[in-house]
Nanobody, 117 residues
Framework: VQLQASGGGLVQAGGSLTLSCTVSGRAFGRYVVGWFRQASGKERELVARAWPGVSPYYADSVKGRFTISRDNAKNTVYLQMNNLQPEDTANYFC????????????WGQGTLVTVSS
């Protein structure tokens, strides 16, 4: 299984970015994909989760600003990030698990998001 994350970059505060996570080697229809982030010196946190047939999950810190979506035809999960703030600066990872699994089994490489003030 491979998860390929992309879309990070440098943006000014108030700007937007869209991250993409393309999954290969796994049946995508029932695959749960989450976006995590880890800032320097901080623990990794779950930012958003796309679970087929279930309402998406968002961390309180990103509610109303981030939107997660799935394109099953492209085996891709997107994270649209609006009104980015310096505190959103982090390495963003996508991870996946089967719907019956309690832990994320598959991880992509990180994509760095830097928000300047």
């Amino acid at each position: 299984v491979q998860l390929q994350a992309s879309g990070g970059g440098l943006v000014q505060a108030g700007g937007s970015l869209t991250l993409s996570c393309t999954v290969s080697g796994r049946a995508f229809g029932r695959y749960v994909v989450g976006w995590f982030r880890q800032a320097s010196g901080k623990e990794r946190e779950l930012v958003a989760r796309a679970w087929p047939g279930v309402s998406p999950y968002y961390a309180d810190s990103v509610k109303g600003r981030f939107t997660i979506s799935r394109d099953n035809a492209k085996n891709t999960v997107y994270l649209q990030m609006n009104n980015l703030q310096p505190e959103d600066t982090a390495n963003y990872f996508c991870a996946g698990r089967r719907s019956g699994s309690a832990t994320y089994e598959d991880w992509g490489q990180g994509t760095l998001v830097t928000v300047s003030s």
